[in-house]
Structures are given as structure tokens and as C-alpha cells.
């Protein structure tokens, strides 16, 4: 069972926006800004698209964006595209005792 | 541009030990200002954090994992390593080694180089 609650499955038509929540508690999500969120194709590594809630690394799109509110931090991919369909992680800081926790992922389905 | 490579036994006996070694190019590991670390998955199921380092600075593993699980490094080969001993069937995944991007004020959970993962299966 994985720290951090996301849902099954998301998904929305191409040039739709679709948000997949990431819940936790008040030692991980709700304690810090420290939340990261990636990508995942089929059979390839994870791409890190958002960390520290909000920032964006070099290259990614800015049809990905970030928030958080309490204990449940948002990742929401505006205008869909096909290459968007993929699973995707949540991750956050939780203490110097367990540095890292994960989401057990949302499958994104581009209908 | 950071490369990392994974390398390693596919195939690991039960109560066996898993090693697996991830080699770095394209940077020293020895830079104190990053973290590096392994994330395991298993086949179908999400990711898990298994622990980070950061040369001379501070090892982290995680709870659940911390009584099985050694990392090392070499700086003369740029390369860190995983050992998890007393292996079982919960222990196949794909193992990944990553580096953790250090902002000004966090190191995790920021992985932002990720090798191309190695899958380890246990078995008899």
C-alpha cells in the first residue's frame, strides 16, 4: 500500500484539461512544499515534469502546472495531447526519517 | 549531459543477496550537492524509494526497507552500488538508479536523471 492515495485512472479528450489529486497527511504533503510529480511511458523510466509543487524543469511543457491545498497536492495537464498518455507518479518529502514517499499512480488515458 | 546505467545479475536465488551497481558519466558523483539513489518497481505496480547518498554527506534508506539494504559508492569509478540481502519474490522490479536535484532549499523527492532501469527477478 503505497503512502500517498491517487487515483486508478484519470482520463479527457485531446485539448481538455484533466487533474489527478495526490493525497497524504499532515507529515508528508500537507508538512512541506517538497512534492514532485512525474511521467511514465511504457517501459521507460520516469520523467520528473514538476517539484516543489509548482516548478517546472527545463523542457516541460507549461501545459503542466502543479498546486497543492492541505494534504492533497494536484497535478493538472492543460490542453491534452496523445504523447500525455501515460502513468503518473506523485512523490513527497516526508522528514528526514523517510526522505520519500510515493503515489502508487494514475494510469492518463487521452480518449 | 548525465548518463546512468544500471548493471547487474537478472536473475537472483531467495534468501540470496541482490547486487546491483549504477554507473555515472557525464559528472562526479563526489559532488556533495547531489544526492543519488536507487527506486525499484515491480512488474505492473508503482515506484518505491529505496534510499540516497550524497558523497561524504549522508545516507537515507527507506524504513521498510533500511535492515536489508547497503549503498556504496566509488569515486575512482564514478559508480554507486545496492546491496539488498535476504532476497524473496516481493523483491522483483525493475531497479532504477537516479540522481536527486538539489534546489536551494530540497534535495527530495526531486530525481531528475534516471537510468533505463534493470529488471531483477527472484526465483529459484
Known amino acids: 500500500q503505497s503512502a500517498l492515495t491517487q487515483p486508478p485512472s484519470a482520463s479527457g479528450s485531446p485539448g481538455q484539461s484533466v487533474t489527478i489529486s495526490c493525497t497524504g497527511t499532515?507529515?508528508?504533503?500537507?508538512?512541506?512544499?517538497?512534492v514532485s510529480w512525474y511521467q511514465q511511458h511504457p517501459g521507460k523510466a520516469p520523467k520528473l515534469m514538476i517539484y516543489e509543487v509548482i516548478k517546472r524543469p527545463s523542457g516541460v511543457p507549461d501545459r503542466f502546472s502543479g498546486s497543492k491545498s492541505g494534504n492533497t497536492a494536484s497535478l493538472t495537464v492543460s490542453g491534452l495531447q496523445a504523447e500525455d498518455e501515460a502513468d503518473y507518479y506523485c512523490?513527497?518529502?516526508?522528514?528526514?526519517?523517510?526522505?520519500?514517499?510515493f503515489g502508487g499512480g494514475t494510469k492518463l488515458t487521452v480518449l | 549531459q548525465l548518463q546512468l546505467q544500471e548493471s547487474g545479475p537478472g536473475l537472483v536465488k531467495p534468501s540470496e543477496t541482490l547486487s546491483l551497481t549504477c554507473t555515472v558519466s557525464?559528472?562526479?558523483?563526489?559532488?556533495?550537492?547531489?544526492?543519488w539513489g536507487w527506486i525499484r518497481q515491480p512488474p505492473g505496480k508503482g515506484l518505491e524509494w529505496i534510499g540516497s547518498?550524497?558523497?561524504?554527506?549522508?545516507?537515507y534508506y527507506n524504513p521498510s526497507l533500511k535492515s536489508r539494504v547497503t549503498i556504496s559508492v566509488d569515486t575512482s569509478k564514478n559508480q554507486f552500488s545496492l546491496k539488498l540481502t535476504s532476497v524473496t519474490a516481493a523483491d522483483t522490479a525493475v531497479y532504477y538508479c537516479?540522481?536527486?536535484?538539489?534546489?536551494?532549499?530540497?534535495?527530495?523527492?526531486?530525481?531528475?536523471?534516471w537510468g533505463q532501469g534493470t529488471l531483477v527477478t527472484v526465483s529459484a
Open positions: 557525464g559528472g562526479p558523483i563526489s559532488r556533495t550537492n547531489y544526492f
Open positions: 512523490s513527497s518529502y516526508a522528514g528526514s526519517n523517510n526522505p520519500v514517499v
Open positions: 499532515s507529515s508528508d504533503v500537507g508538512a512541506y512544499n517538497y
Open positions: 547518498f550524497a558523497y561524504s554527506v549522508s545516507t
Open positions: 537516479a540522481r536527486n536535484y538539489c534546489s536551494s532549499s530540497s534535495c527530495f523527492p526531486n530525481f531528475d536523471y
